[in-house]
Structure formats: C-alpha cells, structure tokens
C-alpha cells in the first residue's frame, strides 16, 4: 500500500505538470442524474448538520449564501435558491463551470418543480458559460466570482449571512491567512459550516487503503505535492487555525469513521505525527462549524 501510494502520487504530480487541476468529483457530468442526486445530498447534509449546530431547525429562506469552491455546475446554488435565499454567491480559485453544467442544473431545476424566479439566474448562467466575468456583477441573486489569489473581491460585509463549502478545506494550503482575509470582510454573526474529507483522494486508493496519505514523512510528501493535494491537516489543527483566526464556537465531529479495531491494526504503519490519539485517526470525513463574532 505504501509503494502503491507513492507511485499514485508521482502519477498525479507528473499529470499536474501537464494538465491543470479541472475536476473536483470523481464522476462526470455527463451522469446527470448522479450529479443531481449529489447536489441534493450536499444539501441536505448542510442543512441537517446546521441545525444540529444551532440547535434548532434550519431554514434557507432569506439567507445571503457564500459557498467557496462550487464546482463545475453551480447545482446547490439552485436548490438554495429554490428554497427562498435572499441571494448566492459562488467563490472559486478558478472557473470550473462547463457548458454540460447548465444541462445539470437545467435537469435539477425540473426536478425542483420547476420553482419560481429562477428562469433569469439559469439564464443568466448560460450566458456566463461565454462570459464568466458577467456572472460576479451582482445583479441577479446568483453571482460567480473567479478569485485566483484569495483576495475575496467583490465580496462585501452585508453580503454574506452562512458560508458552506464541501471537501474544499483540505485543499488550502494557507487556511490561517485565508481565513484572515475573509475574516476582516464579513460581519458578524455569520454562520460557517464545511464538510472535510480526511482521507486519501486518489480513487483506487481511496476504499482499499483510505489513510494512505497518511504513511509518508512530511519530507517525501512535500516533495510529491501537486494542485489539489489534501492538506493532511486533522480535525483538531483545523479547530484551532479557526479559533486562531477569531472565529468562536468552533465544533468539528466526524461525518465518516474507520472501524476502530481496523484504526489501531494501521496506526503503527502511519507517519509518526499520525500515531497520536488526538488525531483521531478514525475520522474519514468531518463537519465543521464555527461564527464569526
């Protein structure tokens, strides 16, 4: 498993060199139904886990919604929409929208119901697909921004009332100077919540030996790193970069876990900072929640 990670990730660094980080999911979006099915189970996993956090029942109606890394389709934009918020707003590195997207969102929107008011924010995309500059003017209820250097422009502190992203975190490598920029833009009393995938990305991989990242020195895995390599940051690393950067009522809770008899037989072949017991090893995927006060 060890040699099969390290040559996985030479494979992907050796492919970083040639073609540039351009999908997010490891299915196409030519499986229309499948990624329609993926949006709403991004929803309502956001707004379960929301209400959890709030301790009470969560609603989108009349929120100002920032989610940072959309992806190629734009399709949980949609359902927000769709179930009343006030406005979205879409954050990306780069801009990952493709015309097969709009034919996504257009299936999704019929399986809404076909709600009210969102035939000008599909019509809108689809002239976005030409002009992606076009989508961050602000306005429609949906805008589109393309930020390559994480500077947040165009974002302003009446703007934003929740932040939501899905397996985006473990991909920043400067979290704590990000988090400090968004931090001095939005007010307070924003909600955030974020959905962290912890554990090896590369497909096969993935459910043969899920904590495969996790056999290397920080040595080797610098020396392999590439656009889109998780962080290998745990979940109390990210409670604290959050407190750190003043965010307050950080909580984070495992989405996904290992087997705990399977954890401890595979401790012992991880990279030693991975051993410890605070890095709860067994947690596959967590949620994190936190306010700005």
Known sequence: MTMLGVGALVANKLRRLVRS?????DFDLRDVGRCCDYSLSV?????HELSRYLGKPFEW???????IGPGPDLGTGFIMLSRGCASYTALDTRCLLE??????VRTLVERLGNPAGLDEELNRLERGL??????ADGRGRLRYIVDPERTFAGLDDSSVDVVVSQAVLEHVDDLAGWLGVLGRILAPGVVWISHVDLQTHTRYLRWRDPLNIYRFGERLYGALRFDGLPSRRRPDEYRRIFQQAGWTDV???PAA???QAYTQRLISQLAKPFRQADSHM???????????P
Not at 62 to 67: A, D, F, I, S
Not at 130 to 135: E, I, R, S, T
């Open 282 to 292: 067994d947690w596959l995927a967590m949620v994190l929640c936190a306010r700005r």
């Open 251 to 253: 909580q984070a809770w």
């Open 61 to 67: 109606t009349g929120l100002r919604v920032l989610e």
């Open 130 to 135: 030409a002009d992606p500059a076009g989508l």
């Open 99 to 104: 015309p097969q997207g709009l034919h996504v």
């Open 21 to 25: 980080y351009d999908s997010p999911r």
């Open 43 to 47: 929803i309502a996993g956001w707004g």
């Open 257 to 259: 876990r290992l087997d």
